[in-house]
């Protein structure tokens, strides 16, 4: 039970209305209505003023999910809600300025899940002219030349698109980058408030990380079935591997926009690759990654220019992902030593 519930619940076992609680606090009902739904948080001179109001400790009103007959004695220490004193590394995170940080990635997650799924479909043009024969189509034949221009024409426009999303996307987003580089310190209140929308998000999570699993697994399905259908043909081929890049294409987008989301809360909260200790290991081996995936990425176009089989040379990424992690221990290990 967080701060607001204990405020609702405590007011309507004294049978008093929004009205009567706000004149005994001199304030507006407004402000307690704001409270009640935790659109803010009650200055701290008016906790203590309801907690001789209601008979019960300030402990108690700090403390999320603590029971009345639970409540320890004043000496009890400070709950996580509570904002202590720090010797000024450690940041402090108001409501009004974590509800903005939701909300604001909230609304560019959509947009950064696209601009990921048009980087995984941009080669779709290239590799259907390739595979297409015109002729037999009855229509005019296309040149290998044109077929290549405008098939890297649509992979560098989709690809510049993709990326003019993500910065759109950061510069939304850059004002909040302490909470993954910093410690950080929600003031009292906050912590409840993004628990209750991190638990409302949680079944959402689920389906959609599920849902983009599930795609990513099936997306193989069209190959095969295109190869049983018509084997060692070059059209059914392509269209099984530009099916298997639309069933990765979904799957990733619900992936990445779930993620980016449901890592919102975790960076506010702290939890799992946003703990402090992550924090300060993620800094330490920012120049590590910044060259092995700008290494990466030169390595995947200058080979899939080279040979033009594209239809191959995304499985760079997977790899890449799966040895990055070797890196990265590596590092750690030689840093240690």
Same mark, same amino acid.
């Given at each position: 039970m967080i701060l607001a519930d204990k405020i609702s619940e405590l007011r309507k076992k004294n049978d008093w209305s929004q009205e009567e609680l706000a004149g005994q606090l001199g304030v507006s009902r407004q402000s307690?209505?704001?409270?009640e739904s935790a659109a803010s948080i009650p200055d701290l001179d008016k906790i203590l003023k309801?907690?001789?109001l209601f008979g019960v400790s300030?402990?108690?009103?700090?403390?999320?999910s603590k029971e009345p007959e639970e409540e320890l004695l004043p000496a009890a220490a400070p709950s996580g809600d509570y904002v202590p004193e720090t010797d000024g590394t450690v940041r402090c995170v108001s409501l009004e300025e974590a509800n903005d940080f939701l909300d604001t990635v909230q609304n560019t997650a959509p947009r950064i899940a696209t601009g990921v799924s048009m980087c995984i479909l941009s080669p779709v043009l290239l590799i259907f002219l390739f595979s297409f024969d015109a002729e037999a189509a009855g229509l005019p034949r296309i040149s290998e030349s044109l077929a290549f221009t405008a098939g890297i024409i649509a992979l560098l426009g989709m690809v510049a698109a993709a990326v003019a999303i993500f910065l759109h996307c950061s510069g939304k987003t850059e004002r909040f980058a302490y909470l993954e580089q910093e410690p950080v310190e929600?003031?009292?209140g906050v912590t409840g408030v993004v628990e209750k929308r991190?638990?409302?998000?949680?079944?959402?999570?689920?389906?959609?990380?599920?849902?983009?699993?599930?795609?990513? =697994? @099936? #997306?193989?399905i069209p190959l095969f079935v295109c190869g049983? &259908?018509?084997?060692?043909? =070059? @059209? #059914?081929?392509?269209?099984?591997?530009?099916?298997?890049? &639309?069933?990765v294409a979904v799957g990733v987008f619900f992936l990445v926009r779930t993620c980016v989301i449901f890592g919102s809360f975790q960076k506010l909260l702290e939890e799992g690759d946003y703990t402090r200790e992550e924090k300060a290991s993620a800094k330490r081996n920012e120049a590590v990654t910044t060259v092995y995936w700008c290494a990466v990425t030169a390595v995947y176009l200058g080979w899939s220019f080279y040979t033009m089989k594209w239809e191959r040379t995304w499985i760079?990424?997977?790899?890449?992902?799966?040895?990055?992690?070797a890196v990265l221990a590596v590092s750690n290990a030689v840093r240690k030593k």
């Amino acid at each position: 039970m967080i701060l607001a519930d204990k405020i609702s619940e405590l007011r309507k076992k004294n049978d008093w209305s929004q009205e009567e609680l706000a004149g005994q606090l001199g304030v507006s009902r407004q402000s307690v209505s704001k409270w009640e739904s935790a659109a803010s948080i009650p200055d701290l001179d008016k906790i203590l003023k309801m907690s001789e109001l209601f008979g019960v400790s300030t402990d108690y009103l700090l403390k999320d999910s603590k029971e009345p007959e639970e409540e320890l004695l004043p000496a009890a220490a400070p709950s996580g809600d509570y904002v202590p004193e720090t010797d000024g590394t450690v940041r402090c995170v108001s409501l009004e300025e974590a509800n903005d940080f939701l909300d604001t990635v909230q609304n560019t997650a959509p947009r950064i899940a696209t601009g990921v799924s048009m980087c995984i479909l941009s080669p779709v043009l290239l590799i259907f002219l390739f595979s297409f024969d015109a002729e037999a189509a009855g229509l005019p034949r296309i040149s290998e030349s044109l077929a290549f221009t405008a098939g890297i024409i649509a992979l560098l426009g989709m690809v510049a698109a993709a990326v003019a999303i993500f910065l759109h996307c950061s510069g939304k987003t850059e004002r909040f980058a302490y909470l993954e580089q910093e410690p950080v310190e929600l003031a009292y209140g906050v912590t409840g408030v993004v628990e209750k929308r991190k638990k409302g998000y949680e079944p959402s999570h689920g389906f959609f990380l599920i849902t983009g699993i599930v795609l990513c =697994i @099936l #997306s193989a399905i069209p190959l095969f079935v295109c190869g049983v &259908l018509e084997p060692g043909g =070059i @059209l #059914s081929g392509a269209c099984g591997f530009l099916l298997c890049l &639309l069933f990765v294409a979904v799957g990733v987008f619900f992936l990445v926009r779930t993620c980016v989301i449901f890592g919102s809360f975790q960076k506010l909260l702290e939890e799992g690759d946003y703990t402090r200790e992550e924090k300060a290991s993620a800094k330490r081996n920012e120049a590590v990654t910044t060259v092995y995936w700008c290494a990466v990425t030169a390595v995947y176009l200058g080979w899939s220019f080279y040979t033009m089989k594209w239809e191959r040379t995304w499985i760079i990424w997977p790899c890449a992902a799966v040895l990055f992690g070797a890196v990265l221990a590596v590092s750690n290990a030689v840093r240690k030593k």
